[in-house]
């Protein structure tokens, strides 16, 4: 019980910054809680980088932090921490705990461990074939009467080493796994630097051939577009030379006509010998020109990319330096 007590009353004792028990000096913040000035000083500097310590020759100005326990607001003036009062009760408490916690309170209670078997005996020496601990009757004529034995106290402070021996190494071993958990944590993000750093690179490697296919593609284009107008206006001057021809030899026809149909054979005769002679140079006319057998092929322009599209698939990260 008395254990108890201690261990309820240390919990009571603990900083909430360091987690150790308060040091002295303890200051009380205006919220009431406690901590130690060293860790309140801790806290204020983090929250008050700016801020200019005790022995500077410019005079400090105030700052504030908020109380872990409650986050309150702390506002503190040029004296900073220095200028919160100690809290000389819990420093008074901490002397008185110490001075208990130093007696062997394991001592005290174990006073009062009795063999189960002999009830007025002490438990006082450790059975080491069995294992367990014991009192001097149960060696000398009960149970472990044919067993080897050894001084509560002795086995008590071996076992003890071995466990704090057992802790350390566990610790170290901790340590080593955080080491190299840390390690490995910095070489996810060194591959996730990296990595992004390659897409990048790939990524504009590719814009690069993107670049060049869509030059070339309108390089190709233009002559194409280039050769398609060039025997477009050829045709089309063409047809506008035979629509020209077929509109005067139209006429010339009407004009024929309308001639034949000319009673009066002076007025006929006037007029035949003009249109008789027009008509002989229509005949004459040469409209032999038009484009020749498959002059509305493009098929010249045709590519073949085949071989291209298949160096493109070959592409593949360089495996040397």
């Known amino acids: 019980a008395e254990a108890r007590s201690m261990e309820s009353l240390e919990k009571q004792l603990i900083c909430p910054i360091c987690l150790e028990m308060f040091s002295k000096p303890v200051v009380i913040l205006p919220c009431q809680h406690n901590l130690c000035r060293k860790c309140a000083n801790d806290v204020f500097q983090a929250s008050n980088p700016l801020w200019q310590s005790r022995g500077s020759s410019a005079v400090p100005s105030g700052g504030r932090f908020r109380c872990p326990s409650c986050r309150h607001e702390v506002v503190l003036d040029r004296h900073g921490v220095y200028g919160l ?3 000389l009760l819990v420093e008074n408490i901490i002397d008185i705990y110490k001075q208990e916690s130093a007696r062997p309170l394991h001592a005290k209670a174990e006073q009062h461990l009795m063999c189960e ?44 080493s071995e466990l704090s021996d057992g802790i350390a190494m566990l610790v170290a071993g901790n340590d080593r796994i955080q080491a190299i958990i840390t390690q490995m944590e910095e070489i996810c993000h060194t591959i996730e630097e990296n990595g992004r750093r390659q ?12 670049g060049i296919l869509e030059e070339r593609k309108k390089e190709l284009l233009q002559s194409i577009a280039a050769e398609q107008e060039a025997k477009l206006q050829r045709v089309r001057g063409l047809i506008r030379q035979y629509g020209d021809h077929l509109e005067t030899s139209s006429k010339l026809v ?47 322009f045709s590519i073949n990319v085949d071989y291209v599209a298949e160096m493109l698939r070959t592409i593949e990260f360089q495996t040397g330096a």
């Open 85 to 87: 009062q100690r809290n």
């Open 117 to 160: 078997e002999h009830e007025d005996e002490r438990i006082n020496i450790y059975c080491l074939r069995c294992e367990v601990p014991t009192c001097s009757l149960c060696k000398v004529f009960g149970a472990h009467k044919d067993c080897e034995v050894a001084p509560l106290p002795a086995v008590y402070q071996r076992q003890k």
């Open 254 to 300: 009407e004009s024929a006509i309308h001639t034949m149909e000319e009673p009066q054979m002076a007025v006929y005769l006037q007029h035949s010998k003009e249109l008789l002679k027009k008509i002989t140079d229509m005949s004459k006319a040469s409209m032999s020109s038009r484009p020749e057998p498959g002059y509305e092929n493009m098929d010249h």
């Open 199 to 210: 897409k990048q690179h790939v990524g504009l490697r590719f814009d690069a051939l993107y």
